[in-house]
Nanobody
Framework: QVQLVESGGGLVQPGGSLKLTCVAS????????MRWYRQGPGKEREVVAI???????NYADSVKGRFTISRDNAKNTLYLQMNSLKPEDTARYYC?????????WGQGTQVTVSS
C-alpha cells in the first residue's frame, strides 16, 4: 500500500506563489511517473504537470512558464512550485503516483487565489 500526503496549499493573492509538497510512503517500487492534478469548482479533474523516472517534465498549457514540477527521489517527495498565480488556478490539487504496484492518489490540498 502507498500513501500520499499533500501539503502547502492556502490562500494567496493573484501574482503570488505557493509550493506544494507530496510525500509518498509505503510499498513504492519502480515509479513510472508522478503527476499533479487539480479540480476547480464545477470543473473536471485535469492534469497539471508530469515528471517521469528520467526527470522529463510536461505541463498543461495553462501553467507553462509559471509552474515547475520536481522530485526528490531519496525522500520520495514531489513538489510543485507555482508562481504568478491567477484566480483561475483556484482548485484542489492532488498528487498522483504511478508505479509497479498500482496508481495512487493523495487527499489533495486546497489552493485559493483571491484578492
Amino acid at each position: 500500500q502507498v500513501q500520499l500526503v499533500e501539503s502547502g496549499g492556502g490562500l494567496v493573492q493573484p501574482g503570488g506563489s505557493l509550493k506544494l509538497t507530496c510525500v509518498a510512503s509505503g510499498s513504492i517500487f519502480s515509479i513510472n511517473a508522478m503527476r499533479w492534478y487539480r479540480q476547480g469548482p464545477g470543473k473536471e479533474r485535469e492534469v497539471v504537470a508530469i515528471i517521469n523516472t528520467g526527470g522529463r517534465t510536461n505541463y498543461a498549457d495553462s501553467v507553462k512558464g509559471r509552474f515547475t514540477i520536481s522530485r526528490d527521489n531519496a525522500k520520495n517527495t514531489l513538489y510543485l512550485q507555482m508562481n504568478s498565480l491567477k484566480p483561475e488556478d483556484t482548485a484542489r490539487y492532488y498528487c498522483n503516483l504511478d508505479c509497479f504496484t498500482g496508481n495512487y492518489w493523495g487527499q489533495g490540498t486546497q489552493v485559493t487565489v483571491s484578492s
